[in-house]
């Protein structure tokens, strides 16, 4: 970790090509390590009407395949099932879930099956797995979502400190697909600032990858 340290230049924010250039030479591991953007933005979390969430399909996926869930009845079923979703069910999936089972990433519900899964916010809730109508997840559109997030859909919002965590591809990538999909997420972010933020709305933006020092962007 030092050496690769080295090679960051301090806190001295890079352009997205430099700093996905610094981060590409850190691919020193056996396996492939995820990139993650981290964005800490000038809002007040505790605000509702300045909380930015959202979700975005980057423009080369995010070199993951998601396990995707849904809560679907009648011709839902198959459209979810073309569309490649894992598991499709209602009741006996929350019976599922209730006993312990969340080897899923994404979980998605037509809008007359909430009455299932309503129930599941405890459990699903903290997991961040809980379908909402702000994220999407809750749409009478089932197959175009499921195809959204089996592409690379990623969903985000902000944390308690006014930070965003999201995945934005791997280190294999090729270098110019890793500047697309970082600069797509930044640009996604700028476009969501609510309108009761006063001052500067993005403080610091960083990139790292799964075992490697952060590199700072020039926000």
């Not at 099932?81 to 998605?108: L, S, Y």
Request: aromatic letters at 4%; proline letters at 5%; glycine letters at 12%.
């Amino acid at each position: 970790m030092r050496s690769l340290a080295a090679k960051v230049p301090g806190k001295t924010p890079q352009s997205v090509e430099q700093a996905v250039g610094i981060l590409k030479s850190f691919n020193n591991t056996k396996f492939d390590q995820t990139v993650e953007i981290a964005i800490r933005l000038g809002i007040d979390p505790k605000q509702a009407d300045q909380l930015v969430r959202g979700s975005i399909v980057l423009p080369h996926g995010i070199g993951k395949s998601l396990r995707v869930i849904v809560f679907a009845k009648g011709d839902k079923v198959d459209e979810a099932r073309d569309a490649g979703a894992e598991e499709i069910g209602g009741a006996e999936m929350a019976e599922k879930i209730k006993g312990g089972w969340t080897d899923f990433d994404v979980c998605i519900a037509a809008p007359d099956m909430m009455g299932v899964v309503g129930p599941l916010g405890k459990i699903l809730g903290p997991r961040g797995l809980m379908p909402s109508p702000r994220a999407g997840t809750v749409t009478p559109d089932v197959g175009r979502t499921v195809r959204e997030y089996k592409a690379g859909k990623v969903e985000f919002r902000n944390d308690a400190g006014g930070i965003i965590h999201a995945l934005v591809g791997k280190l294999s990538f090729d270098t110019q697909k890793l500047i697309d999909n970082v600069q797509a997420f930044i640009h996604h972010i700028l476009a969501l600032k609510p309108a009761a933020v006063r001052g500067q709305y993005v403080k610091g933006i960083v990139i790292s990858a799964t075992m490697s020092p952060s590199v700072r962007i020039a926000a």
